[in-house]
T-cell receptor
Framework: DSGVTQTPKHLITATGQRVTLRCSPR?????VYWYQQSLDQGLQFLIQ???????AKGNILERFSAQQFPDLHSELNLSSLELGDSALYFC??????????????FGQGTRLTVV | AQSVTQLDSHVSVSEGTPVLLRCNYS??????LFWYVQHPNKGLQLLLK??????LVKGINGFEAEFKKSETSFHLTKPSAHMSDAAEYFC???????????FGDGTTLTVKP
């Protein structure tokens, strides 16, 4: 158990809908990262928050947004969903501002299926 | 710019034989390198990391990797495969100047009895 909790584990929704994925980082970790893992794109970094502020952006679509709350949990909002958004979404956390030198701990992921 | 290439998408070995998963990287600066393992329906777990200390890095479950700057490689090895090693393995390169981590496409390791 990595200590990172993601909910829900599975989500099935229709095209055009909006969903929210939730992540609770490990106790004491200030950084939260979101990743998308799909068969055709592999594992892609979406966005990072550190202590409530956005720190880095990767290949995140404009239809997607995220935030980190004062209690350090984070939410990833996906809107106007398309079939191609079906993927496994991972959250990871680390103690420091960057994952470049410190270990990131991953949650078990939320599997999103858009039908 | 940074990139990482995992040279084999699938590797199959017999139980008890050595494992070699190959990773080459490209980075403008001195990188940090990681190997993660993902078992089916599980999150990613760190196996080992290189952060400019010893070039031979030992990780969990008997895995190790050697950082070779001249070859820009960070191959993952294990002397003797176990059935429980069957999983997908990701090589990751990071540097502070890029400000993010880049994942390889993954290598699926199959272990035959």
């Amino acid at each position: 158990d990595s200590g990172v909790t993601q909910t829900p584990k599975h989500l099935i929704t229709a095209t055009g809908q909006r969903v929210t994925l939730r992540c609770s980082p490990r106790s004491g970790d200030l950084s939260v990262y979101w990743y998308q893992q799909s068969l055709d794109q592999g594992l892609q970094f979406l966005i990072q928050y550190y202590n409530g502020e956005e720190r880095a952006k990767g290949n995140i679509l404009e239809r997607f947004s995220a935030q980190q709350f004062p209690d350090l949990h984070s939410e990833l909002n996906l809107s106007s969903l398309e079939l191609g958004d079906s993927a496994l979404y991972f959250c990871a956390s680390s103690a420091h501002d960057s994952s470049t030198n410190t270990e990131a701990f991953f949650g078990q992921g939320t599997r999103l299926t858009v039908v | 710019a940074q990139s990482v290439t995992q040279l084999d998408s699938h590797v199959s070995v017999s139980e008890g034989t050595p494992v070699l998963l190959r990773c080459n990287y490209s980075s403008s600066y001195s990188p940090s390198l990681f190997w993660y393992v993902q078992h089916p329906n599980k999150g990613l777990q760190l196996l080992l990391k290189y952060t400019s200390a010893a070039t031979l890095v030992k990780g969990i479950n008997g895995f190790e990797a050697e950082f070779k700057k001249s070859e820009t490689s960070f191959h993952l090895t294990k002397p003797s495969a176990h059935m429980s090693d069957a999983a997908e393995y990701f090589c990751v390169v990071s540097d502070r100047n890029a400000g993010k981590s880049t994942f390889g496409d993954g290598t699926t390791l199959t272990v035959k009895p």
